[in-house]
Every structure is written in C-alpha cells, then in structure tokens.
C-alpha cells in the first residue's frame, strides 16, 4: 500500500478507536466477608487473638483509638470492620501469630482464593446493576496486594465470571490504598480509546496478608483496616440498551508529595506484608491537597474552584486524614458525609474502599432533599504510598 493511502488507514482507524465522550461508571458492586468485628471489642479481640494480653501499655492504647466517644461515634471514627481472619483460621494456621515461623506461604494460599471470591461477588452486583452480559466486558483491571502468585486474581476472577477468552486483563499491586484510584484512572484510559471497551475494575483486600502481632509502629493499622471488594464497571458512549451513567470521569490526575517516600510503606516478609505508617500521614496530606486540587482543577480551565460547590468522593484513609482535608479546605460537614459514613461502616479497605464511598454517594444523590449530593461537579481523592495523591473531577450527569 503507499505510504498515503496506508496512512490514510491509520488514521481512519484511530478515528473509528476512539470512543464519543468521556468515560463514565456504569454500575458498582461491594461486597465483605460474613465476619463482623465491633471496635468496641476490638482491642480484647485482638489481643486475645494474638495471645498479647501480657502488652498491658499497648493494649490500653489500643483501647483509646477504639474508644467509643458518644452513642453515635468512635474516637477512630470506626464502629465496626468485616474481616475474614478469625479465632478458627488462626487455629488452624497457628504460625500466622508466630512471629518465628514462616507464614507468608500460607497466607498467600489462603488470599489467592478468597481475593477473587470475594471480587467475585462485588463483580455479579456490579454486572447484574449494569444490565449487559459479563461476556461484554471488554477489559479487566484488578487491584489488589492480597497475593503474589501467577495466573494472579485477574485470571481467577475472569474465569469465576466467564468472561471471554479475549477479556484484556491487567493486576495491579502494590498501590496500598490508592489502588482503586489508579485502576478507575486506567479504566477511563482504556474505555476513552477503544471504541465500545467495557472496563471491569475489581480492587480487593484482605487484611490476612498483612496481620501480625501487636506492636507499637502498627498498633493504628490494626486498629483501622478492614476487608473488602469492589467492583465498578466503566465505559464511554455511545452507551447501549440500559446502560445509565452514574459519574462522567472528566479529568484524572497523580501527584506524587516529594521527600515523603519513608511515610507510607509496604514490604513482602517472610511473615506476609509489613506495613509501615508514617504518624505524619495526616499532616502531609493536609499540607498539600489544597495545591494538588487547584492544579487538577486548572487543567479543566477552573482557576478558582469553590469546594462546597462540589460534591466530594474521599478515601478515608483514617478519621483524621477526613478532619485534616475538611478543616484545609473548609468544607461544609455534610461534604464528607459518605467518606465517614464509609470508614464508620466498614473501615479504612484501603485500595477498595473508594468503590465503597462512590456506591455510597450515589446512594445519597438518589435520595431526594441531599442537596450536597446533588451538585453538577465533584471530585474523587485517594491516597497511597509515594505518598501519591490520585484525584479525578466527576461530573455528575443527571444533574
Ligand atoms: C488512628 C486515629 C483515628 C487516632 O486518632 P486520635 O484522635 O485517637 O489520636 P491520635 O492521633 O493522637 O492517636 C492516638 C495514639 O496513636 C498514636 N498514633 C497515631 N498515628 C500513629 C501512627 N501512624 N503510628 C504509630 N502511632 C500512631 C498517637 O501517637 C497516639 O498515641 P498515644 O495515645 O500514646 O499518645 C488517627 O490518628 C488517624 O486517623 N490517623 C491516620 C491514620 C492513617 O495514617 N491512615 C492512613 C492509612 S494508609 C492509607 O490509607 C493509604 C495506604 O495504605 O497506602
């Protein structure tokens, strides 16, 4: 072919690839394991679970964080988690609390089969709230640091929900609680430049992989996550049949806090996955959002956002990253309602967690009279190591 008529090819192609509009959620899906922990209880359960009573000091102040505060609230802004690990796992699993032992090959067994199980089940509501078949999923992007085997997740959860043999996966790991963030960036990406792509972002998390003993440097972690899944379907027009978009993904951007790699941090032991959490998390993130949403804003031609104008997506990273972000910024408090309402429910699922908070939101714009959920714009926040800021401007299409 000559080399005009070829090029002429290539961009009629490229015309045809790309999608009309910007990518859009069609439809989300939760889901969390049976078992029920009330904060309440926790520091006895945890203690008692890991044989630890003996660590007095620390367990006390395990018992502050968790502290209930009024009938309606805990100091940790946390009112009960669903976690997978329990007394009979631990039972049958005992080197999991023997920090002399290996366990990281048990943990991984146990997490590859119960991550893509539980993404499973967000995946069915997601897909039966969509209305299309799950052969028409076109891509499959799964987040999750719950496991380090191949075939990972993806293909597990491809092959639970019979998806094609054609299905275009990608597994992301490692992004701590920014994962979910990450993977909707892609997912607008993906659905934007491929005509009729239908993008599966599934996040999951068990905190199994990450449970350990008490100590003094993890005493908050344990303190505040939970397990989880997420699923969310995203595509871009021309939408078919049912299809109803919930956000328009207007505009996605990552910012990376300079000097602050040492604040949040995950290392793979011999004893599943060390976490380290800065006590600076907070302080650094209220440092620098304000600068970070000004410059996300400004690439959409906003030199001046008002943010109670908007309607706010947040990862509650813990309940002072919430106080942090909404003092900063000044927000009205019923701005963050569906973040708190998220952290008090469930708590912090990391990765997983923004799915939960967009299905929550959604839930409140449906409700008539929540004007705050009502507005025309808003913005979705989440916060990993790096530390990395992932923010994407929403537009709320029926407003
Ligand atoms: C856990 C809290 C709700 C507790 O709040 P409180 O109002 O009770 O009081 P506080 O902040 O003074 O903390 C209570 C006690 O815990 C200690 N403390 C607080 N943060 C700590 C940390 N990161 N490491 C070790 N200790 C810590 C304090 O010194 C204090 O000790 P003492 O009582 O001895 O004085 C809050 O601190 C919080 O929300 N922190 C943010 C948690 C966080 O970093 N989340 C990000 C998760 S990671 C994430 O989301 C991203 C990712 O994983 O990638």
Redesign the pocket.
Known sequence: MPGAAAAAVVDSRLCKQHAEGPAAVLAIGTANPTNIVYQDGFADYYFGLTKSEHLTELKD?MK??C?QINPSSH????EKRYIHLDEKLIRDHPEIIDKHMPSLETRIDIVSTEVPKLAESAARKAIAEWGRPATDITHLIFSTYSGCSAPSADLKLASLLGLNSSVSRTILSL?????GGRALQLAKELAENNRDARVLVACAELTLICFSNPD??????H???GDGAGAIIVGAGPLVNAERPLFEMVLASQTTIPGTEHA?G?QTTASGID?H??????TLIKDNIRQCLLDTFRSIGNMDPNWNELFWAV?????????NIEGELQLQAAKLAASRHVLNEYG?M??T?IAFVLDDLRRRREKEGDEHQQLEWGVML???????IEAMVLHNPIS
Do not use: W, Y
């Open positions: 102040k502050r964080i502290k100091r940790s802004g946390i992004h701590g609680c920014s994962g003094e440097s993890k005493i908050v972690g303190g505040l996550f949040l995950m976490f959490l800065s006590i600076q998390v907070p990862h509650p990273g813990g309940r002072a990253i919430l106080d912090n990391s990765g967690t989440a916060f990993g190591p790096g530390i990395t």
